[in-house]
């Protein structure tokens, strides 16, 4: 085991996540790969006519955003001194962590869950159980 995948959406529960990664990485001499996924609607953006969809603006400020939010995430000490990569995708989750995987050879993903329950669960299931 080298490649450690960990998708955050900076949630606790993502945070949770890394840090076990974290302790994995430390024992096993692995690398973590972060993954934020911004599901955006960027195929109805029309690079000719720029006034039909405004989601260019809104892409670039949730980048943005994205960007600090790692930055802050990083500057953490249970991080210090472990390889760690990020990676801002625009896909549907399950499509960016697959190809993430695929991409860098993950051996192993480490998610954090919010735990959905009852109906919710039933009809619309959990990113980290797909």
């Known amino acids: ?9 900076f949630s606790n529960q993502a945070e949770n996540a890394l840090k076990v990664a974290a302790q994995l990485a430390k024992v096993h001499d692995c690398e973590i790969h972060l ?4 599901d955006l609607p960027l195929h109805q953006i029309d690079p ?4 039909s969809f ?5 892409a670039l400020f949730f980048m943005k955003l994205a960007k600090q ?3 802050d995430l990083l500057s953490h000490d249970y991080l210090e001194g472990l390889t760690v990569f990020n990676t801002i995708d625009f896909s549907e989750i399950y499509n960016g962590i ?3 995987c695929e991409k860098n ?3 192993l993903i480490i998610m954090g869950s919010n735990g959905t329950s009852g109906i919710e669960e ?4 959990s990113n980290t159980e797909k």
């Open 1 to 9: 085991m080298k490649k450690i995948l960990v998708p955050t959406d």
């Open 105 to 107: 050879n993950i051996d």
């Open 122 to 125: 039933i009809l619309i299931g």
């Open 98 to 100: 697959s190809n993430l």
């Open 54 to 58: 405004s989601s260019g603006p809104e």
């Open 69 to 71: 939010k790692f930055d």
């Open 48 to 51: 000719v006519n720029t006034t």
């Open 35 to 38: 993954l934020h996924i911004l």
